[in-house]
């Protein structure tokens, strides 16, 4: 492990001998400069752990280059402690003001000056250790949302499969009735080409690919996300689809996605009544935001609502309630589809009852005049 290294910056080299002696015999390397613009060289060069920097210096004084090595972002993280025999208020909020970490005055305690300069060491460590942190959470977070996508392709995968078996067997038995068979081919052909949309898109985020977008009217896109929930999961259930758009309002988004995730909550809204249930209400909204920047798209039930042991975790892969929202991978997967085009998802409770899923789309900037 390298020692760590400070540099001084100092126009009195007595006052940078001093220092350095003791910083030295306590396990750092040191790197002096005489003026600002010989530390901004030092810093390009040899890139120090700590600078402590007078202020008070011919030419460029301590506060312009600390400036200046603030504005680089190459060196804008490195810790800066001015050292001055100004020691009023103002100065040491002007050295503050200008991104210094600390502030010690002249003349220098040599134990006090090693030991802020320790205490800034360990401040980077466990930055360092931070944002270590932050990287292996994200990566893990990563692996979950792969497994998540995983789980939801391979059942979407397997209920296709089940249709086509379905249909085959279907036409085993539909000897001497054409119109079966020709019906059954037909089903078979769309779960065969959703099976291919499906293993494409898979392939398209693990090669990280920009899912393609193309503009749909909001009517069109509703209907199809009602017929595709009612094939998918093989439910005559009505939705009832509030659309105050006209025919050419559209949107750009991936119509496969989109659809599929709107599949996904239109099922666990259903899934929310009691099975018992006969009249079980869904609908379909659209709506925009007041500021007209944002187009929602909302599920709304009068179910049994979010159960209370699953309402702070119920986007999480396996949650499930039988009587709740958030069964199983439905939510996970649909939330990270939606999020690979640009959307957002959330589900809040109804102030009555029920659950609302809203699709968060962001519309573009009308174009100034």
């Not at 752990?49 to 301590?62: E, Q, R, S, T, W």
């Not at 609302?356 to 519309?363: E, K, M, Q, T, V």
Request: with cysteine; glycine share 6%.
């Amino acid at each position: 492990m390298k020692n760590p290294r400070i540099l001084i910056v100092d126009d009195q080299p007595i006052n940078i001998k001093i220092v350095q002696r003791r910083i030295e015999r306590a396990g750092m390397d040191v790197l002096a400069a005489y003026n600002g613009e010989d530390c901004l060289r030092v810093v390009e060069e040899q890139r120090p752990d700590i600078i402590l920097l007078d202020v008070i210096m011919p030419g460029m004084d301590g506060f312009e280059t600390c400036q200046r090595l603030k504005a680089n972002p190459e060196t804008a993280d490195i810790p800066i402690i001015f050292i001055t025999a100004k020691s009023a208020k103002e100065d040491v909020l002007a050295g503050l003001d200008t991104g210094a970490v600390d502030y010690i005055t002249k003349p220098l305690e040599l134990d006090e000056t090693l030991a802020r300069i320790r205490t800034q060491l360990r401040v980077q460590e466990m930055h360092r250790e931070n944002l270590d942190l932050i990287q292996r959470l994200s990566e893990m977070r990563k692996t979950s949302t792969i497994g998540a996508i995983t789980e939801g392709i391979a059942h979407n995968l397997n209920n296709l499969l089940g249709v086509v078996v379905g249909y085959i067997d279907l036409m085993k038995i539909g000897k001497g009735k054409p119109e079966l068979v020709e019906r059954s081919i037909a089903s078979m052909e769309s779960a065969i080409n959703r099976m291919v949309t499906i293993v494409g898109q898979l392939s398209s985020m693990a090669a990280n690919e920009t899912m393609q977008l193309a503009p749909v009217s909001i009517g069109i896109l509703f209907e199809n996300c009602v017929k595709r929930f009612q094939s998918d999961y093989s439910v005559d259930s009505e939705v009832a689809i509030t659309n105050p758009f006209p025919e050419d309002f559209h949107i750009e988004t991936n119509c496969e996605i989109f659809e599929g995730a709107v599949s996904k909550l239109l099922i666990n809204a259903l899934e929310s009544y009691p099975a018992n249930q006969v009249e079980r209400p869904i609908e379909l909204r659209a709506s925009l935001n007041d500021e007209q920047t944002k187009l929602f798209v909302e599920v709304i039930d009068q179910g049994t609502g979010i159960a209370k042991e699953v309402e702070d975790n119920f986007f999480e892969p396996f949650i499930t309630t039988k009587t709740s929202v958030g069964r199983g991978m439905g939510l996970t997967v649909a939330r990270h589809s939606l999020r690979n085009i640009n959307c957002d998802l959330t589900v809040e409770p109804n102030p009555d009852r029920g659950v609302c899923a809203r699709i968060s789309i962001p519309l573009p900037l009308p174009e100034e005049e």
